[in-house]
């Protein structure tokens, strides 16, 4: 065989041949006999081409969804396997595969000649989600929705309708609904894959709980509580109940009291009410007093007050013994007693005390004596009753506390001092004016007019005393009649012996002094006698 592309030859009886180009081809065929004789046979053989059949790119969708897929280059199309396909036969059918699948096209040309191609349709999974079960609340309560988890870490969560949820793109987002509704929670994986789940939160009304009509009674009665709305009932206080655990207790509080019930319903919702029992009941509490002092008593009523009537007792010391408020002065600590009636009958005592307490009176006395630097001040705090002390000077907003503290003075100054007493729960204050002259109106000198210096260790020198430190600011000099200075010291010194600033004993006869003291002169004359 020759098969005429000047390529290919064979000499098999029935071969097989393809040809690498189209074209219009002689084949030549020579038989040869066992004889050598032979025989030879010409045909024309035209190759078409092949159509260039194309089945796209690969593709990826999600679970669930469809895509289209197209192929090209020949006249008609078969598909293989044609499971997920809406027609296999077509160039461009829809595939809706549930897991990752190649397909094979054979595109046949118009010349009947074919060729084939594949695509692979990969399916990414959706991404796994939990809403939660679906959930029951009682109005005004909160809830957390999603399930643990919601979805895969980092993808992307919307939460629709966003209503009463604090967020909207998380995974548990805290909800609040008003009324019944229904959640569907979105989530989009890496691949661009959403799953959608839904969530319905069923919004319960809360009980009408009714706690009864408030109501009055005398002290030492019953009434029953009459509790509606609810299945189960809790009171408070339950102090005066007889149960607080069932609808209709029986009570005898003591005081007016304000009930409390919770009554919860068959969906475990709650709500509360609450229901005054006022009780006919009279309170005074005790007070304290001070001497001479007088006090209006106030006692705490509740209950019915209509047609009420009032007895003290004892009624020395009251102004008026059948009025609410009388006014109390008594000399001494006193027990009263209230007692009280109203319309209906209803009847109460109550007592307290009223402490008379001791008031202190406040008094002293101011003494000066005279510094260098000004006055010392010597106080003789004369107040009785007292235990507190505190002290004002000029005004001032600092006090000074102590039973005689030191106090401070200019001299030539006027000056207001206020006293306070106290005691636990009284006081008392008075208020002096302390006038303060010249520094030589606080001198007081303690000294001798005659003296005799011969030595017999009787009256040998002159000394002149102060009273008060004055001993680094006070100077004494003595003259004689000429007016020669005989002699000069402070009071440090020992005082002057008769004799001069030379040593010679002075003459006798009347010698003069001048003390110096600040701005202050004190004048006066001594004799020197043997």
């Known amino acids: 065989w020759d098969f005429g592309d000047g390529v290919g030859t064979s000499n098999s009886a029935s071969p097989t041949y393809t040809y690498g180009n189209h074209g219009v081809f002689n084949v030549q065929l020579i038989v040869t006999s066992d004889l050598a004789c032979s025989d030879t046979f010409n045909l024309n053989i035209q190759v078409d081409t092949l159509p260039l059949t194309d089945a796209g790119p690969d593709i990826t969708y999600c679970f669930g969804d469809t895509a289209q897929i197209n192929a090209t280059g020949a006249s008609s199309y078969i598909w293989t396997p044609a499971t997920g396909l809406s027609?296999?036969?077509?160039?461009?059918?829809?595939?809706?595969?549930?897991?990752?699948?190649?397909?094979?096209?054979?595109?046949?040309?118009?010349n009947g000649c074919f060729k084939s191609d594949r695509i692979t349709v990969t399916?990414?999974?959706?991404?796994?989600?939990?809403?939660?079960?679906?959930?029951?609340?009682?109005i005004g309560d909160t809830v957390i929705l999603g399930g643990i988890p919601s979805g895969p870490v980092g993808a992307k969560y919307t939460w629709t309708p966003s209503t009463q949820l604090n967020f909207d793109t998380v995974q548990n987002p805290i909800c609040s609904p008003l009324v019944t509704t229904m959640y569907y929670l979105e989530v989009e994986d890496g691949n661009a894959c959403v799953a959608i789940d839904s969530i319905l939160v069923t919004v319960n009304p809360l009980p009408v709980v009714d706690a009864g009509v408030d109501t009055v009674m005398c002290k030492g009665d019953i009434v029953q509580m009459q509790a509606s709305g609810a299945l189960t009932y809790a009171w408070s206080p339950i102090i005066g109940l007889s149960d607080p655990f069932i609808a209709n207790p029986i009570a005898f509080p003591d005081t007016t009291t304000t009930y409390i019930v919770i009554g919860t319903d068959i969906n475990g919702?709650?709500?509360?009410?609450?229901?005054?029992?006022?009780?006919?009941?009279?309170?005074?509490?005790?007070?304290?007093?001070?001497?001479?002092?007088?006090?209006?008593?106030?006692?705490?009523?509740?209950?019915?007050?209509?047609?009420?009537?009032?007895?003290w007792s004892p009624s020395a010391d009251l102004n008026n013994d059948t009025i609410k408020n009388p006014i109390a002065n008594p000399l001494v600590t006193t027990k009263y007693f209230l007692e009280v009636r109203n319309a209906l009958g209803c009847y109460d005592i109550d007592s307290m005390i009223v402490e008379v307490k001791p008031k202190p009176i406040a008094d002293f006395e101011l003494d000066f004596t005279p510094e260098c630097e000004g006055l010392l001040?010597?106080?003789?705090?004369?107040?009785?009753?007292?235990?507190?002390?505190?002290?004002?000077?000029?005004g001032s907003l600092d006090t000074i506390s102590g039973f005689e503290p030191l106090l401070d003075f200019t001299f030539n100054s006027v000056n207001s001092v206020t006293l306070i007493a106290q005691n636990q729960?009284?006081?008392?204050?008075?208020?002096?004016?302390?006038?303060?002259?010249?520094?030589?109106?606080y001198l007081e000198l303690v000294q001798t007019n005659v003296f005799s210096p011969n030595g017999d260790g009787i009256n040998d020198v002159f000394r002149i005393n102060y009273k008060g430190d004055l001993a680094n600011c006070v100077e004494v000099t003595i003259f004689n009649r000429w007016g020669e200075v005989v002699y000069t010291s402070n009071t440090e010194k020992s005082g002057w012996d008769g004799r001069t600033q030379s040593g010679e004993k002075a003459a006798p006869g009347?010698?003069?002094?001048?003390?110096?003291?600040?701005d202050a002169q004190v004048k006066g004359s001594v004799f020197l006698t043997k």
């Not at 027609?87 to 118009?110: D, E, L, S």
């Open 123 to 138: 399916v990414n999974p959706l991404p796994v989600i939990d809403a939660g079960n679906d959930l029951a609340v009682c």
């Open 269 to 311: 919702c709650f709500d509360r009410d609450t229901v005054v029992v006022e009780v006919f009941d009279v309170t005074i509490s005790d007070i304290e007093l001070c001497e001479t002092e007088s006090v209006r008593l106030s006692p705490v009523l509740s209950g019915d007050t209509t047609g009420i009537t009032y007895l």
């Open 377 to 394: 001040t010597n106080i003789e705090n004369r107040s009785i009753n007292g235990i507190d002390y505190k002290w004002i000077v000029n």
């Open 425 to 441: 729960s009284c006081s008392d204050s008075i208020i002096k004016a302390v006038n303060i002259g010249n520094v030589d109106n």
């Open 87 to 110: 027609n296999p036969t077509i160039a461009n059918p829809k595939v809706f595969t549930t897991t990752t699948t190649t397909y094979t096209v054979v595109g046949i040309g118009a």
């Open 510 to 518: 009347t010698y003069f002094y001048v003390i110096q003291l600040q």
